[in-house]
C-alpha cells in the first residue's frame, strides 16, 4: 500500500499514513493523463479571438476602376483580401473550444494522477489542515517545513477562507476544495500537500 508522512500545521511530521491502493496505488494510465490535460487546456480558453471579414473592414463600396480597358486586372471592392487593409479571408471568428471527456475517463485520470503522485512520493498529509487567522507568513513557513518544493497544491475538504487568503499572494502555490480537484492542477504541482479529512473523502468517492 502507498505511504504518506503525515504533518501538523507546526510543520512537525507525527507519522505516515496508509493510503488507499485503489485510489492512490493503481497503474498511471499516460494516454488517459494526456488526454485529461488536453481538455482541461482546451476549456480554459476563452475564443475571443477575431479578425474582420472583407464585409466588416470600413470603406471599399465602390468599384475601384470600369470593370475591361485599364490593362489591370478587374477588380470589385479595394477591401477584398488581396488589397493591402482589406479584409481577413478565412480568419478566426469567436468559438467555443470546450468539449467533454466520459466520465470514466475522467475518474480513470484522476486516480492515474493521484497515483503517479503516491509512487513519486510527492504527497504530504496535514493533520488539521486550517488557519487561525489569515497569516501569509506563517504560511509559508509552513509550507517550508512540510514541502520546501516551489509549486504546491493545497488540498482541504471543503473551502477554508484563512488557507485560501493566507496562501492567496505566494508564488506558486494554489489551493483547491477536494470537490474541485482536477488532473492538471495534481500533475502541475510539485508537491501535494492534502489534508487528513479530504484524503478519506477521496477514499470514500473513488476507493
Do not use: C
Not at 487528513?196 to 470514500?204: G, S, Y
Amino acid at each position: 500500500m502507498p505511504i504518506a508522512s503525515v504533518f501538523d500545521m507546526t510543520g512537525a511530521k507525527t507519522g505516515e499514513m496508509e493510503l488507499n491502493a485503489a485510489v492512490f496505488g493503481i497503474e498511471p494510465n499516460q494516454s488517459v493523463l494526456h488526454a485529461a490535460v488536453k481538455n482541461y487546456l482546451a476549456n480554459q480558453r476563452q475564443g475571443t479571438q477575431s479578425t474582420l471579414t472583407r464585409s466588416e473592414v470600413r470603406g471599399g463600396g465602390i468599384k475601384p476602376w470600369r470593370q475591361k480597358g485599364t490593362g489591370r486586372a478587374r477588380q470589385g471592392s479595394i477591401r477584398a483580401p488581396q488589397w493591402t487593409h482589406g479584409g481577413i479571408a478565412l480568419g478566426p471568428k469567436p468559438r467555443s473550444y470546450n468539449y467533454t471527456l466520459n466520465k470514466k475517463t475522467k475518474r480513470l485520470a484522476l486516480l492515474s494522477a493521484l497515483s503517479a503522485k503516491a509512487q513519486a512520493g510527492e504527497i504530504v498529509v496535514i493533520d488539521g489542515l486550517d488557519m487561525g487567522e489569515i497569516k501569509t507568513k506563517t504560511f509559508a513557513a509552513f509550507l517550508k517545513n512540510v514541502s520546501g518544493a516551489k509549486k504546491n497544491l493545497v488540498v482541504t475538504p471543503e473551502t477554508r477562507f484563512n488557507v485560501v487568503k493566507s496562501a492567496a499572494n505566494i508564488p506558486g502555490v494554489r489551493t483547491t476544495p477536494v470537490a474541485t480537484l482536477n488532473v492538471y492542477d495534481i500533475l502541475n504541482a510539485d508537491m501535494f500537500i492534502i489534508d487528513k479529512a479530504a484524503v478519506a473523502k477521496l477514499e470514500e468517492v473513488y476507493a
